[in-house]
């Protein structure tokens, strides 16, 4: 069966500093990779989606990058956080014509 | 440019009622609709998902319908438990050639009371 592991679930960063959230994906081959972030009270924003290893859609532009150095794996990074950048995100996969299933999320706080 | 609305923001009722949430979006154009629930600061777990040429999708006691010409979806949950609190979003994907993202709703708050 699939399943899809993201981490860590909670992250405290300050302004300023570097981020990196990794998602891996477990029993499926070329998914369609996501990356949502959820602010509070607020509904979900795709950050970026990924169709194929090194194939990036950015759909905001911020100081969020996202890179697929294989199949399964999706990464969020940035050099610099802002205070903007807290919230709640949530890396998802599909296959085409499939359901969309999500990770159990990381809570980033920037203070 | 496909914009998802859910109505109401917020919905409070009692144990054992049956209910409709709704599903709104403005561009026809889909190749499916989800709908999700989220507890609180939990990810998002997948209910059912309608393909754009079928009418409905029932999972237990829940019925998802979709009417792609006046851009409307329901979910229905039949005698509502406690357990069924949460947030539910409905997520269309556009089928826009070469489109694989999913727009989201901003959610409908369930809340049940015992």
């Known amino acids: 069966s699939q399943t899809i592991h993201q981490w860590p679930a909670t992250l405290v960063q300050p302004v300023g500093s570097p981020l990196s959230l990794e998602c891996t994906v477990e029993?499926?081959?070329?998914?369609?990779l996501y990356w949502y972030r959820q602010a509070a009270g607020r509904g979900l924003q795709l950050l970026f989606y990924?169709?194929?290893?090194?194939?990036i859609s950015s759909e905001v532009p911020q100081n969020l990058s996202a890179s697929r150095p294989q199949d399964r794996q999706f990464i969020l990074s940035s050099k610099k956080l802002l205070l903007s950048d807290s919230g709640f995100y949530l890396c998802?996969?599909?296959?085409?014509?499939?359901?969309?299933?999500f990770g159990s999320g990381t809570q980033l706080s920037v203070l | 440019k496909q914009e998802v609305t859910q109505i109401p923001a917020a919905l409070s009722v009692p144990e054992g009622e049956n209910l409709v949430l709704n599903c709104s979006f403005t561009d026809s154009a889909i190749y499916n609709l989800q709908w999700f629930r989220q507890d609180p600061g939990k990810g998002l777990t997948s209910l059912l998902l309608i393909q754009s040429s079928q009418r409905e999708q029932t999972s237990g006691r829940l019925n998802a319908s979709l009417d792609k010409s006046s851009g409307r979806s329901t979910l229905y949950i039949a005698a509502s438990q406690p357990g069924d609190s949460a947030t539910y979003l409905c997520a269309v994907r556009p089928s826009t050639s070469g489109t694989y993202k999913y727009i989201f709703g901003t959610g409908t708050r369930l809340k049940v009371l015992a």
């Open positions: 998802a996969w599909s296959v085409p014509g499939e359901k969309l299933f």
């Open positions: 990924s169709v194929g290893i090194g194939q």
């Open positions: 029993g499926t081959s070329n998914p369609n």
